[in-house]
Nanobody, 115 residues
């Protein structure tokens, strides 16, 4: 059974940085491209960044140039380095497959950026 465990969130001032981690158990990590998503209060979940099995990355326009997604295949872990954080980045952040039907969502990790 696949399990996703996100961590690394917290409260940070505008302009600050955080590094999120997503530990993936089960067999999906080596098979699928992975992604980070986020959901702000009252809004739909949105795709933030993706990374292929080979390490090719893509970003939403809202985070391009500020966020960096990476993966450690030996540790079955996906990371999201977030720099120059802004209040509009406040959300619960989740990881999951980048394409196809998602597996069961983890609990996410809360990121709160104060102005």
């Amino acid at each position: 059974q696949v399990q996703l465990v996100e961590s690394g969130g917290g409260l940070v001032q505008s302009g600050g940085s955080l590094r999120l981690s997503c530990a993936v158990s089960g067999s999906i990590f080596s098979i699928y491209a992975m992604a980070w998503y986020r959901q702000a209060p009252g809004k739909q979940r949105e795709l933030v960044a993706t990374i292929s099995r080979g390490g090719r990355t893509d970003y939403s326009d809202s985070v391009k140039g500020r966020f960096t997604i990476s993966r450690d295949n030996a540790k079955n872990t996906v990371y999201l380095q977030m720099n120059s954080l802004q209040p509009e980045d406040t959300a619960v952040y989740y990881c999951n497959k980048a394409q196809g039907s998602p597996v069961s969502w983890g609990q996410g990790t809360q990121v709160t950026v104060s102005s």
